[in-house]
């Protein structure tokens, strides 16, 4: 990346520029290179830039970029934290498994992690951006992974977008395209089917991932006007987009998914923080409130939901006394829903407030109250990370750390007050039955279940199955 940077006409010396659009590259350019020659070379170029300190940032050599690489990637500033997370998202999928593995730490010779649950993301149609690799062969790459013979077990959750089902549906897609829900069926049913003159296994995923504050509610979008819909551009048009009834489309694309995930025992993720969409008012429609009249639905009977990246609690830490703010917080509205719902669960993923002292004072304190009000919340909680974000955080513990961050949540549970018992359910247990991974759900759905679909997917490559001994 650094070679770019100070090489950069290779790269742009074919691309037609305006002269004021090269100046302006020009003078960029070079305030990321004095920007980051400064980080080793504090006092370069200061007070102001001189001619020969642009000889100096011109003459540099592809031997001498490359140590400086070297030097701010080992860096343990914010620079250097900032620069390897960005190179996280550059790397193999398998080679991040492993690494994660890895940061879990071992018992013994064991690998502390029994089942890794990834989580592919679709949101490019919101986003107007559909130049990246598509939902099939990210579950491709993903269904290879989980059939390694050797490495951590990974069987993850595949994205859904009901913007991208609705166009679908209503013959707003580009040529070849393939139907979202059978993509989805795809990843997660075991099915043989000939391509060629080779059998394709299809399968190995576990659930499904919707993602809402990229602009839709988990329900009853058909109450949100038209005109409430303004991200992305198209949305309304009658000849791109979805034209009238957007809301409408979204609930009937939603409700084809719930209806085959309830009939099938697949678990579902959501996320419920609001963090990450393209407005504040899609951000919104994350509140895990709407869940509510989901989990209501009698279309639905045994619709497994995750209300993912619980626990910040927003409203409330910005206090000098958060506790008494921690009702007004989504965490509050998250606790009724998992206590009140048997199909119900909670993440307490890329909780980054737990790893610095001030903030996780506060953090504690409201999950407390929350203890203290839900008292039986220990049954429907789920340790996560979301490490490809939390990653980045200053404490966040290194590889081979002999506090890996497994520990770090356990000292937090424990500070909150959950005992050893309850700790154990929130770090393994709790998933175990969300997933539908345990042996009662294999007895009584049989292949119709999470371990069922699992044991025939390894059968079919020819793997043992033993392993999922474990949740037994």
């Given at each position: ?19 004021t659009?090269g ?9 990321i ?6 980080q ?57 498994a ?15 992690v ?48 009901p ?8 013959h707003?897609?580009s ?9 989805m069926?795809?990843?997660i ?24 504050p990229?602009g ?10 038209d ?27 939603l ?10 025992n ?16 899609y951000?919104?429609?994350a ?19 995750n ?6 609690f ?18 509050w ?6 206590t ?13 407030e ?12 409201c ?13 429907r ?6 490490w490809s ?45 969300f997933l ?11 292949e ?18 033993d ?6």
């Open positions: 990346m650094l070679r770019l940077i100070w090489f950069n006409w290779d790269v742009f010396s074919e691309r037609p520029l305006s002269l659009e100046i302006a590259l020009e003078v960029a350019l070079e305030q290179k004095l920007f980051l020659f400064q080793i070379h504090e006092d370069f170029g200061k007070p102001d830039l001189t001619a020969e300190d642009r000889e100096v940032l011109g003459g540099l050599t592809p031997f001498q970029v490359d140590a400086m690489a070297d030097e701010l990637y080992s860096r343990d500033d914010l620079l250097g934290r900032y620069i390897r997370w960005a190179l996280l998202y550059t790397r193999n999928r398998y080679e991040l492993e690494e994660l593995d890895q940061l879990h730490g071992k018992v013994g010779q064991k690998s502390r029994a089942l890794m649950t990834p989580a592919i993301v679709d949101f490019s149609k919101w986003l107007e951006d559909e130049d990246q690799l598509s939902i099939e062969d990210q579950v491709d790459v993903m269904a290879r992974i989980a059939r390694r013979k050797d490495g951590p077990r990974v069987h993850g959750f595949v994205g859904f977008d913007l991208r089902q609705a166009l679908y549906d209503h707003r897609r040529p070849g395209e393939s139907d979202p829900m059978a993509v069926r795809r990843a049913e075991v099915n043989h089917n000939v391509v060629g003159n080779s059998t394709k296994t299809t399968g190995g995923l576990v659930g499904v991932k919707l993602y809402p990229m839709f509610r988990p329900i009853d979008n058909k109450r949100l006007p005109a409430n819909f303004n991200e992305p551009a198209y949305l309304r048009s009658p000849d791109t987009g979805l034209g009238s009834g957007i809301g409408s489309k979204l609930d009937a694309a409700s084809k998914l719930y209806t085959w995930c309830s009939a099938n697949v678990p579902v993720m959501a996320h419920t923080s609001r963090s990450f969409g393209p407005t504040t008012a951000e919104d429609r509140d895990p409130l709407f869940w509510t009249n989901v989990l209501k639905q009698a279309a639905f009977p045994r619709l497994r939901i209300l993912a990246h619980f626990g910040h927003n409203n409330a830490v910005q206090y000098a006394r958060p506790q008494s703010y921690v009702d007004k917080c989504w965490e509205t998250t606790g009724k829903i998992i009140s719902s048997a199909d119900a669960y909670a993440d307490i993923s890329s909780l980054g737990i790893l610095n002292v001030g903030p996780s004072r506060k953090i504690v304190e999950m407390k109250a929350f203890k203290e009000h839900f008292p039986d919340s220990h049954e909680l789920l340790y996560g990370t979301d974000m939390i990653a980045q955080e200053e404490r966040f513990p290194k590889l081979f750390s002999t506090k890996p961050f497994p520990e770090v949540m356990i000292f937090f549970l424990r500070a909150v007050g959950y005992n050893d018992a309850q700790i154990e359910g929130i770090m393994f247990r709790n998933a175990v039955r539908g991974l345990g042996k009662a759900d294999r007895d009584r759905f049989g119709n279940s999470t371990r069922g679909r699992l044991e025939k997917f390894y059968a079919a490559h020819g793997l043992s199955a392993w999922m001994n474990v949740f037994d």
